[in-house]
């Protein structure tokens, strides 16, 4: 099951309304350190990742659009999607990136929206939407509000450097494939700055939950 389901916030009832907070933030900004955070007060989080990962299966229908455009040197020997092989498509080649974001983003939003609709019908409080290109992909008109995780550009960098244990090219790569970050932040409801500790942006965070859900 994709849906991290949380007991906390679900209300069962017709008059209960989910609020729809979407998540996002540039490529190790730290969406997952907030979205977990959330799930641990209560949130349904519905991570674009890990549906990303869904679509792909061998025979699902993703990795066979993918196949067909790139052949099979996108594949393992046993089928699956070799990750690193895409990656380094699509991160050195915006053409192709398109191509891919065109043939994916459509299956992860259908199947993101059924798990909203789900989450929904449960009478849930709170949904969290984690999509790293929630603008890009145009994902706000399904949001109450989107949260923006900020961090400057050499802290950003560095973790990603050392969380995949990429170079500085291999990074900068994955990171100028993305949105503009002030244009991000311009498009945000709220922003949670994560340059510093773990807990300081849960405190941040804190105070996000107490405006959206009093
Ligand atoms: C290229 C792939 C195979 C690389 O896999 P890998 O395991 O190394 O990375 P992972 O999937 O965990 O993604 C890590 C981060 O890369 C960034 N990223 C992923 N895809 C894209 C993209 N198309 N454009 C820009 N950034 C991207 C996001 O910040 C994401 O959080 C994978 O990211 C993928 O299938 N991307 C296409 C689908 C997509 O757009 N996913 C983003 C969520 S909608
Ligand atoms: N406040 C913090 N202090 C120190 N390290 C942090 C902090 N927040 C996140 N990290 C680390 O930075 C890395 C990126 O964080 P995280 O995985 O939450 O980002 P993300 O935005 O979800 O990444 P992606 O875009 O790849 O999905 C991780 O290794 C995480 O442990």
Same mark, same amino acid.
């Given at each position: 099951m994709v849906v991290k389901n949380n007991e906390f916030l679900q209300i069962s009832g017709d008059f209960n309304m989910t609020y729809v907070l979407g998540l996002t933030g540039g490529i190790a900004s730290g969406k997952s350190t907030v979205s977990n955070y959330l799930y641990e007060q209560g949130a349904v989080v519905i991570d674009a990742d890990i549906v990303s990962r869904q679509v792909v299966r061998p025979e699902a229908k993703g990795l066979l659009a993918l196949v067909s455009e790139f052949?099979? *040197? /996108? *594949?393992n020997e046993d089928g699956t999607l070799n990750r690193a092989a895409l990656g380094e498509i699509i991160f050195n080649d915006q053409k192709k990136r398109d191509v891919v974001n065109g043939l994916l983003h459509p299956l992860i939003k259908e199947e993101m929206l059924n798990q909203v609709k789900f989450a929904e019908e449960k009478g849930v409080d709170l949904v969290v939407l #984690? /999509?790293?290109?929630l603008f890009e992909s145009k $994902?706000? *008109?399904? $949001? #109450?509000a989107v949260l923006v995780v900020d961090v400057s550009p050499e802290t950003q960098k560095g973790r990603l450097m050392r969380r995949n244990d990429f170079t500085q090219k291999e990074a900068q790569a994955r990171i100028d494939s993305q949105m503009d970050p002030a244009e991000r932040k311009k498009r945000a409801d709220f922003v949670v700055n994560n340059d510093a500790s773990e807990e300081q942006t849960y405190q941040q965070v804190d105070i996000l939950l107490e405006d959206i859900l009093n």
């Amino acid at each position: 099951m994709v849906v991290k389901n949380n007991e906390f916030l679900q209300i069962s009832g017709d008059f209960n309304m989910t609020y729809v907070l979407g998540l996002t933030g540039g490529i190790a900004s730290g969406k997952s350190t907030v979205s977990n955070y959330l799930y641990e007060q209560g949130a349904v989080v519905i991570d674009a990742d890990i549906v990303s990962r869904q679509v792909v299966r061998p025979e699902a229908k993703g990795l066979l659009a993918l196949v067909s455009e790139f052949g099979k *040197q /996108i *594949q393992n020997e046993d089928g699956t999607l070799n990750r690193a092989a895409l990656g380094e498509i699509i991160f050195n080649d915006q053409k192709k990136r398109d191509v891919v974001n065109g043939l994916l983003h459509p299956l992860i939003k259908e199947e993101m929206l059924n798990q909203v609709k789900f989450a929904e019908e449960k009478g849930v409080d709170l949904v969290v939407l #984690d /999509i790293p290109l929630l603008f890009e992909s145009k $994902c706000e *008109q399904y $949001c #109450d509000a989107v949260l923006v995780v900020d961090v400057s550009p050499e802290t950003q960098k560095g973790r990603l450097m050392r969380r995949n244990d990429f170079t500085q090219k291999e990074a900068q790569a994955r990171i100028d494939s993305q949105m503009d970050p002030a244009e991000r932040k311009k498009r945000a409801d709220f922003v949670v700055n994560n340059d510093a500790s773990e807990e300081q942006t849960y405190q941040q965070v804190d105070i996000l939950l107490e405006d959206i859900l009093n």
